[in-house]
């Protein structure tokens, strides 16, 4: 029989047989970050909107929207309601959102929980892909860091336990195929390009920011394929079959209820003129909206939903074109702003400073990862330059914000795990003079 001294002992190492298991563990990770999110919900009350400009906080002009359908007024008021039919925001998101307002509630606490933890569900599920695109483009080691990091950083979470929007949405999108495009030589038949054309047609109706890094994605599955010597001129024919398919009936839509072709939302040209115009400064001219704006809330309602945007967008072309070089300094400002976080006063005078160098870090961090893992040729390694190169260049012509960045934060977090976990090695390796005494066996 074993000594109760004995059963001590191999506590310690039972607890690391276990925390090896854990630690490994896809599922667990995933459950883990899943876990904590819903806990600061929970105990951050994060469910609580404030009501006091009408419950807009609630989703913004997606809530709007979702409250219009759940309401039985169609797809339309992203501002107030009444406003008539819209295309100011892609569909997909909204629908979600007013299927929970139907069983929940429009507005609701319970719809706001809801809401927050399918956000986490999404948040939370993004562990998977970055684990496995990390270990097909670094290893083992990078992947497990990289998975944990993305379930315990506060700065992931906040986006899905305080935003109803399809921000963690959009994040797990990218990551999933960003995978599939890595991975698409490896893969055999139809169903690779099939599910490659659908996760980009659900892409294209969640954000369609995301399209910019479509390109890229399918040159590549197409070249990688290539070079093994697959034939995949078909199957690209039917991922843009299977893409199209998708995105069609809300084309329709949109032509049907506007009578021109929108190509699922219409709004780029006020979102242009947000950063460009009198006092334009690199960031979010907030006060034009019309959210914020009652004059402009009240063009866009006498004008219509069309006309207010071609408005706006004349508007910001004739201020670009007067004057080019102050349009590039504006570029350039929001390039730094996009990748070190926009000014913004706060109180106290010092968070905000704080937060953004933070947010600078983990920026250079990525490029200076990016760098080092096309010097050591990693495979993939031009997919992520070309992600971080497409991806935020639109934010660089109108406006910067932090939660612009979060759809690519995974494959920034892949980065900056990989190379603090080069920089681990180099610190632990033993230098050559130490390393030609040992093998000498001097001290």
């Given at each position: 029989m074993?000594?109760?001294?004995?059963?001590?002992?191999s506590?310690?190492?039972?607890?690391?047989a276990?925390?090896?298991?854990?630690?490994?563990?896809?599922?667990?990770i995933?459950a883990?970050?899943l876990?904590?999110?819903?806990?600061w919900?929970?105990?951050?009350?994060?469910?609580?909107?404030?009501t006091?400009?009408?419950?807009?906080?609630?989703?913004?002009?997606?809530?709007?929207?979702?409250?219009?359908?759940?309401?039985?007024?169609?797809?339309?008021?992203?501002?107030?309601p009444?406003?008539?039919?819209t295309a100011?925001?892609?569909?997909l998101?909204p629908?979600l959102?007013?299927?929970?307002f139907?069983?929940?509630?429009?507005?609701?606490?319970?719809?706001?929980?809801v809401?927050?933890?399918?956000n986490?569900?999404?948040?939370?599920?993004?562990?998977?892909p970055?684990?496995?695109i990390a270990?097909?483009?670094?290893s083992?080691?990078?992947?497990v860091g990289?998975?944990?990091?993305?379930?315990?950083?506060?700065?992931?979470m906040?986006?899905?336990?305080?935003w109803?929007?399809?921000t963690?949405?959009s994040?797990?999108?990218?990551?999933v195929?960003?995978?599939?495009?890595?991975t698409m030589?490896?893969?055999?038949?139809?169903?690779?390009?099939?599910?490659?054309?659908l996760?980009?047609?659900?892409?294209?109706?969640n954000?369609?920011?995301l399209?910019?890094?479509?390109?890229?994605?399918?040159?590549?599955?197409?070249y990688?394929?290539?070079?093994?010597?697959k034939?995949?001129?078909?199957?690209?024919?039917?991922?843009?079959?299977?893409?199209?398919?998708?995105?069609?009936?809300?084309?329709?839509?949109?032509y049907?209820?506007f009578?021109?072709?929108?190509?699922?939302?219409?709004n780029?040209?006020?979102?242009?003129?947000?950063?460009?115009?009198?006092?334009?400064d690199?960031t979010?001219?907030?006060?034009?909206?019309?959210a914020?704006?009652?004059?402009?809330?009240?063009?866009?309602?006498?004008?219509?939903?069309l006309?207010y945007?071609?408005?706006?967008?004349?508007?910001?072309l004739?201020?670009?074109?007067?004057?080019?070089p102050?349009?590039?300094?504006?570029?350039l400002?929001?390039?730094v702003?996009?990748?070190?976080g926009?000014?913004k006063a706060t109180?106290?005078?010092?968070?905000n400073?704080?937060k953004?160098l933070?947010?600078?870090?983990s920026?250079?961090?990525?490029?200076?990862?990016?760098?080092?893992?096309?010097?050591?040729?990693?495979?993939?390694?031009?997919?992520?330059?070309?992600?971080?190169?497409?991806?935020?260049?639109?934010?660089?012509?109108?406006f910067?914000?932090?939660?612009?960045?979060?759809?690519?934060?995974?494959?920034?977090?892949?980065?900056?795990?990989?190379?603090?976990t080069?920089?681990?090695?180099?610190?632990?390796?033993?230098?050559p003079?130490?390393?030609?005494?040992?093998?000498?066996?001097?001290?």
């Amino acid at each position: 029989m074993n000594s109760p001294s004995a059963k001590i002992a191999s506590r310690p190492d039972m607890l690391l047989a276990s925390w090896v298991r854990i630690r490994a563990s896809l599922a667990w990770i995933v459950a883990i970050a899943l876990l904590l999110r819903i806990g600061w919900i929970i105990l951050g009350h994060t469910y609580r909107f404030k009501t006091a400009d009408a419950n807009f906080s609630f989703g913004w002009e997606m809530g709007r929207i979702a409250a219009s359908l759940a309401s039985g007024h169609g797809y339309g008021s992203p501002f107030e309601p009444g406003t008539g039919p819209t295309a100011w925001e892609p569909p997909l998101y909204p629908y979600l959102t007013a299927g929970v307002f139907l069983l929940f509630g429009i507005y609701s606490k319970a719809s706001a929980f809801v809401l927050l933890s399918m956000n986490s569900v999404f948040s939370a599920l993004t562990c998977v892909p970055i684990f496995l695109i990390a270990r097909r483009i670094f290893s083992e080691k990078v992947a497990v860091g990289s998975a944990w990091a993305w379930a315990l950083l506060p700065s992931v979470m906040f986006w899905c336990v305080r935003w109803v929007w399809e921000t963690s949405l959009s994040a797990l999108l990218v990551a999933v195929i960003f995978w599939l495009a890595l991975t698409m030589e490896d893969r055999n038949g139809w169903r690779p390009w099939f599910g490659f054309g659908l996760l980009w047609g659900i892409a294209a109706l969640n954000s369609t920011t995301l399209l910019s890094f479509l390109p890229a994605a399918g040159l590549w599955a197409w070249y990688r394929c290539a070079q093994r010597g697959k034939r995949s001129l078909a199957g690209i024919a039917l991922a843009s079959v299977v893409f199209f398919a998708c995105i069609a009936p809300w084309l329709i839509r949109d032509y049907q209820t506007f009578g021109r072709f929108i190509f699922i939302r219409d709004n780029f040209g006020a979102e242009l003129r947000l950063g460009n115009g009198p006092g334009a400064d690199g960031t979010w001219m907030e006060y034009l909206h019309p959210a914020q704006d009652l004059y402009a809330l009240r063009q866009y309602q006498a004008m219509g939903e069309l006309a207010y945007i071609a408005l706006r967008k004349q508007q910001a072309l004739d201020y670009i074109r007067a004057d080019y070089p102050r349009f590039a300094l504006l570029c350039l400002k929001r390039f730094v702003y996009y990748w070190a976080g926009p000014p913004k006063a706060t109180e106290p005078w010092w968070l905000n400073p704080a937060k953004n160098l933070l947010f600078l870090a983990s920026s250079v961090l990525t490029f200076w990862g990016l760098g080092r893992a096309l010097r050591k040729r990693k495979p993939g390694a031009w997919l992520l330059f070309w992600l971080l190169l497409l991806y935020p260049a639109v934010y660089y012509i109108v406006f910067p914000a932090l939660r612009y960045r979060h759809p690519i934060e995974p494959e920034m977090t892949i980065l900056c795990v990989f190379l603090l976990t080069e920089a681990g090695k180099r610190a632990t390796a033993p230098r050559p003079d130490q390393s030609s005494k040992h093998e000498a066996g001097l001290p």
